[in-house]
């Protein structure tokens, strides 16, 4: 049987078309989910990553604010997202304190993610009401310190969420200076420092680029960061190592963010993002606006932000032990 040319020829273009017709990635907006309320560090961040994202990945990426439970609810979201298209700007409290915290986590930290990039890094800083502070006398570290230890459970320490860095940092400085405040944990930092401001709340250990402008502004007390070395942003701003006294000798509380994707994601996509994230978080103008938030940027790669998740998984388990923190 003679086949003519030009039936081959139609053979060969319709076992070509699935190939050509296969979209690229990302062939749609992708949803960078906050697991926190707007306002808080980790929401800051995520808005100034996703427009360079979007500009490098030619599609939309639209942050989604899904708090809960230490951000529990929107790393399990995240976790069992099956359209290729979902992200989570994970933090120091959804990848490494939560899984000592919590008796039972919805979703693996490890298993459940594959990890693309650190986004940055920031210390917290210790702020308090300065009316609720002057009533107490408190001007500095060892003054809080004195008041907590004569005022068993006078003081609120606010948080934004159980697990998180915020929350832990609170209950490490506890637990070196022997006192004890109230611990009230929120839906995020936003409606936290809201409180705080209102006076509702005493002091907090805040990441500092969502106190900074409340600090700069005069509505909130800024007594130390929580850093082992001081921040450039308040390079004024004494360490709580430095300012505390002997008990609090070596304390250092800082927090990390980072983009994580589905385990599931393909390994190529993941480097994409690696290497679009990296480049986004390398440029002098976004490195800049981060600093002047008070946070370094990172940009690494997946391997080191791997390798950073295991260490501080390590260390926080240690530190949720000693302290005897608990999920209130």
């Known amino acids: 049987m003679t086949v003519s040319r030009r039936h081959l020829l139609?053979?060969?273009?319709?076992?070509a078309l699935p190939l050509q017709a296969q979209p690229t990635w990302p062939n749609r907006p992708l949803r960078l989910v906050v697991p926190f309320t707007p306002g808080g560090t980790t929401d800051l961040l995520a808005r100034a990553l996703a427009p360079e994202l979007q500009q490098r990945l030619g599609q939309p990426v639209v942050v989604d604010n899904k708090s809960g439970a230490g951000g529990n609810l929107g790393s399990a979201d995240v976790a069992k997202a099956t359209d290729g298209h979902t992200l989570l700007m994970g933090t120091v409290g959804t990848h490494a304190i939560n899984?000592?915290?919590?008796?039972?986590l919805p979703y693996d930290p490890v298993k459940d993610f594959a990890p693309v990039t650190l986004v940055a890094s920031v210390p917290n800083v210790l702020v308090l009401n300065p009316a609720n502070a002057a009533r107490y006398g408190i001007k500095t570290v060892q003054d809080l310190v004195r008041v907590a230890r004569a005022n068993p459970g006078k003081l609120n320490l606010a948080s934004s969420g159980n697990g998180t860095s915020i929350?832990?940092?609170?209950e490490l400085f506890k637990s070196m200076t022997g006192s004890f405040m109230l611990h009230f944990p929120y839906r995020g930092s936003g409606p936290a420092l809201l409180d705080l401001i209102a006076g509702n709340m005493d002091l907090m250990f805040d990441n500092l680029p969502s106190a900074l402008p409340q600090i700069k502004g005069g509505k909130l007390l800024a007594l130390a960061v929580t850093s082992a070395q001081r921040s450039a942003a308040l390079p004024e701003l004494p360490t709580i190592a430095e300012a505390g006294g002997p008990s609090l000798k070596g304390y250092e509380a800082s927090s990390w963010f980072g983009l994580l994707a589905p385990a599931h994601q393909p390994a190529d996509q993941v480097a994409r993002l690696q290497r679009e994230a990296a480049a986004a978080l390398n440029t002098p103008a976004l490195r800049e606006r981060l600093a002047g938030?008070?946070?370094v940027a990172g940009g690494g790669s997946s391997a080191e932000f791997a390798a950073l998740i295991a260490s501080e998984t390590a260390k926080w388990a240690r530190v949720v032990?000693?302290?005897?923190?608990k999920v209130d």
């Open 321 to 325: 032990k000693t302290s005897g923190a």
């Open 99 to 104: 899984q000592a915290l919590y008796p039972k």
């Open 167 to 170: 929350h832990l940092a609170g």
């Open 293 to 295: 938030q008070g946070a």
């Open 10 to 15: 139609s053979l060969a273009g319709a076992a």
